[in-house]
Structure formats: C-alpha cells, structure tokens
C-alpha cells in the first residue's frame, strides 16, 4: 500500500460530509468508500480492506464509540474519530478506545488530509536494520512487525499510535520528555493548546505494556515535567 493508493473508509451519517470527503480525497489519489451507518462496517472491512477509517461518533444505532471498542477487539486498522460535541470527554473516550487521531467538526478537509497522511505514515513499515529488535525492562519490540513480545515469546501488534508513542520513548530511554514534546514527536504536529490526549496514550500504551498509572515501572510520571522511559534500552543481534 502507498499512500496515494490507499483506501479510505468514510463512515458518517451526514450525506453531505460523506460526499465532501468523497470528492475532496479522490482528488488526493485515495479510493474512497462510504458508509452512513455502523451496519455497513462488517461487510466493508472484509469486501474493501480499507487502510484506514473515519469514523463519526455521534451516529444513530450504534455510534462510533461502540463502533470503534468493536473494531478493536479484532483490527488494528487506523480510526480518525470526527466528533461534532464540544465536550473533550467523547475525544478522550475515544481515544481511550482505540482511536489513533480525531478531529472536531466542523473541519478544514485540508486539515483532515493532514490528519490521514500522518497516521499512514506511521503505519509504513521500516526498512530492515541490524536493530530491528530492542529490548527494554522485561519486553521486546519487533519494529518491523511493530508487534511487543514479552518474556514468554507471547507476541501482539500495536497500533500505529501505539507504536509511534512506544518509538518516541526507545529513541530517547531515560529521558523525560513533556507533553509537549511527546505530541510534537509522535504526530509530527504541535499539541493545541490545553490538549490532553497524549496522556490518553501514554495510558493506553502502559495498558498494552501490563502496567497501571500508580504502578507503573517501565513509563513513569514526572510530575511537572512530563514522561520517562525509565529503562535502558538495547539492540537485540
């Protein structure tokens, strides 16, 4: 998959955002398929294969929430959440649940096929080196694979998220990185003001890696300050 052949799942109950999107990303080289409600998804994962999903919350049935905590009991594909609530608590659940990125309504598509390209961009997979294996405290990460393996063998895929966050922390072991840095190395973007999303993913990622914000070992607070790896980190020959 390159990124001006990639598809492109438009889920949203408004026809007029749906076709919007339609002709705004076909103009960008991405095939596009749509749907109007969660109904739809089953049959479109497996007949479209989409590379990605964006996915409106607020939807009548099931909404984008449910949809998304659905989704990842089983996919790993990308989700791009469009909210229309004012309230940060649907984008933060949404996160919570999965979702890589999200977006406010209403949007620039511009802004949107920012959003998309990034998130592609994460999921590329990297060129074979002699460090494609690195270890720290008791796991391993496969950058190629993109998949943690623990100190059983028991191996699971991260998502692309997941996995950019995990890599911002390997490059820079022992360090303590702010919120404001881990936004800007993880999504290539500055936070907005008042964000607090990257703290939903360092969440999300401490549960990928067993632990709990009171407990944690491996990712530890620094309060004031930020986030630190706090574990060498070495290759694996």
């Known amino acids: 998959m390159t990124m001006n052949h990639a598809t492109v799942a438009v889920i949203d109950d408004d026809a007029e955002i749906r076709e919007l999107l339609h002709a705004y990303l076909s103009q960008h080289g991405f095939r596009v398929v749509l749907a109007e409600n ?4 089953p049959s479109l994962l497996r007949d479209e294969s989409p590379d990605l999903l964006i996915l409106d919350i607020m939807m009548p049935g099931e909404d984008g929430l449910s949809l998304c905590r659905d989704l990842r009991r089983h996919s790993n594909v990308p989700i791009i959440m469009l909210t229309a609530s004012s309230d940060e608590t649907d984008r933060i659940l949404g996160l919570e649940l999965g979702a ?3 977006l406010a309504k209403p949007f620039n598509p511009r802004e949107l096929l920012a959003r998309i390209k990034a998130v592609l961009r994460r999921m590329r997979p990297l060129p074979s080196t002699p460090s494609r294996m690195v270890r720290f405290g008791p796991w391993c990460l496969d950058r190629i694979t993109r998949e943690l393996i623990d100190d059983m063998g028991n191996r699971s895929r991260l998502s692309g998220a997941d996995y950019q966050l995990l890599g911002v922390f390997l490059d820079h072991p022992e360090q303590v990185l702010s919120r404001e840095r881990l936004f800007d190395l993880s999504r ?3 936070a907005p003001p008042l964000d607090r999303s990257i703290d939903v993913h360092v969440c999300r990622l401490r549960q990928r890696l067993g632990e709990d914000a009171q ?9 004031g300050a930020g986030y630190v790896l706090a574990a060498p980190v ?3 020959m």
Do not use: K
């Open 38 to 41: 969660g109904d739809a998804v």
């Open 100 to 102: 890589d990125d999200y």
């Open 234 to 236: 070495e290759a694996v």
């Open 215 to 223: 407990h944690s070992q491996l990712i530890r607070t620094v309060r």
């Open 188 to 190: 290539g973007r500055r």
